[in-house]
């Protein structure tokens, strides 16, 4: 069935923004309206309900599903500080950055670093980021880092006592029943094509597109994730439902309250809160929504006073991260999505 969603995401196809789409908007009771459309790459099979998406930095809200998971756990604590977990930061200028200001991108760790060009080796890579310099007084600043979330993965670990692969498997995707969902490589038969990738020489499916990521072998903290639609529509429903199954009441609502009001950036724990003007899902959504967005077009978002989810999953990397039409097509989307009849009248966006 054809709908406002589909035509303005085939549109975004047509324009060749992303070979593929797929969506899905929802309640804790299932889906409203959803589909699929385009095909894996420009040459290859079309994109179907079983294709594994790249999720990118979608990845981040997961794991710090499991670390808050974790804390309710007892295993860790908010305001432990790095070197609790992790000695190799003793007596240097991280010591005491804490799990919460890693989770709320408050620590001062640079973002944006592509530190695989000059540190190769998984071993060189993490001595970067525990040796290089903080950009700002960590509590001070909202700046998205994806280093912060490879330090809050090796703290998982260290806190979990386990690989962060099996962490995530048995506190967040076994419990919501994302059945599909693992870190990556994936059978690149059932991948979504991502960058042809100049550092790899190739176009990529099936392994991880950050290269960061690559270098420390597809199973970290701020991306490597792979899913389908379905599974994060489960996700998307439980979190609407207000977490069930993954988090207590009281972790969920710390979890997605806005914990940096006053500063440059709001953020909840490992989620974004709407910034208007700036959300990349535009201002159609209410003010108490959070979600996540990843760099391969990829998108959760939720309005859990409208008990509501919306995924968008693309390839708009696919054939070159070059161009910024995803832009213009996730807030379209997210601006007909809120407007998706569920039987019941809508309140107006705050």
């Not at 699929?36 to 790459?41: H, K």
């Not at 420009?42 to 997961?62: E, F, H």
């Not at 295993?75 to 200001?101: E, I």
């Not at 890693?102 to 000059?118: A, E, F, K, N, V």
Request: contains cysteine.
């Amino acid at each position: 069935m054809r709908t406002d969603l589909s035509d303005l995401l085939a549109r975004g196809r047509a324009e060749g923004v992303y070979s593929a789409a797929a969506w899905s908007v929802g309640t804790a009771a299932g889906p409203l309206d959803r589909g699929v459309l385009g095909t894996r790459s420009w040459d290859r099979p079309c994109a179907d309900a079983d294709s594994l998406w790249d999720l990118a930095s979608v990845t981040k809200p997961v794991v710090g599903l499991a670390v808050l998971a974790l804390a309710e756990r007892g295993a860790l604590h908010l305001d432990d500080p790095l070197a609790r977990h992790l000695p190799g930061y003793a007596g240097g200028d991280k010591a005491q950055l804490t799990v919460r200001q890693l989770l709320t991108h408050t620590s001062g760790l640079p973002g944006g670093t592509p530190l695989y060009r000059d540190h190769p080796t998984r071993e060189a890579l993490l001595a970067a980021i525990r040796t290089g310099p903080l950009r700002w007084a960590p509590g001070t600043r909202v700046e998205y880092s994806s280093q912060g979330f490879i330090v809050l993965g090796l703290v998982a670990e260290a806190a979990g006592g386990a690989p962060l692969d099996v962490l995530v498997a048995e506190l967040v995707t076994g419990p919501a029943g994302m059945t599909g969902t693992s870190f990556g490589p994936v059978p690149p038969a059932h991948a979504v094509s991502t960058e042809d990738c100049p550092w790899r020489g190739r176009v990529v499916c099936g392994q991880v597109h950050d290269e960061n990521a690559v270098v420390l072998g597809g199973i970290c903290g701020h991306a490597g994730l792979f899913a389908t639609l379905s599974d994060l529509e489960a996700l998307g429903a439980a979190l609407a439902g207000g977490g069930g199954g993954l988090l207590k009441p009281a972790t969920f609502a710390e979890m997605t309250a806005c914990a940096t009001e006053g500063l440059n950036l709001r953020r909840a724990l490992a989620w974004q809160c709407l910034d208007v003007p700036g959300s990349p899902v535009g201002e159609r959504l209410t003010r108490v929504s959070f979600g996540h967005t990843g760099f391969t077009g990829t998108s959760l978002w939720v309005e859990p006073d409208r008990g509501r989810y919306y995924v968008l999953l693309t390839n708009r990397v696919h054939p070159t991260r070059a161009g910024e039409g995803i832009s213009r097509f996730r807030a379209g989307f997210h601006a007909l999505a809120t407007a998706v009849d569920d039987g019941r009248s809508a309140p107006a966006p705050a």
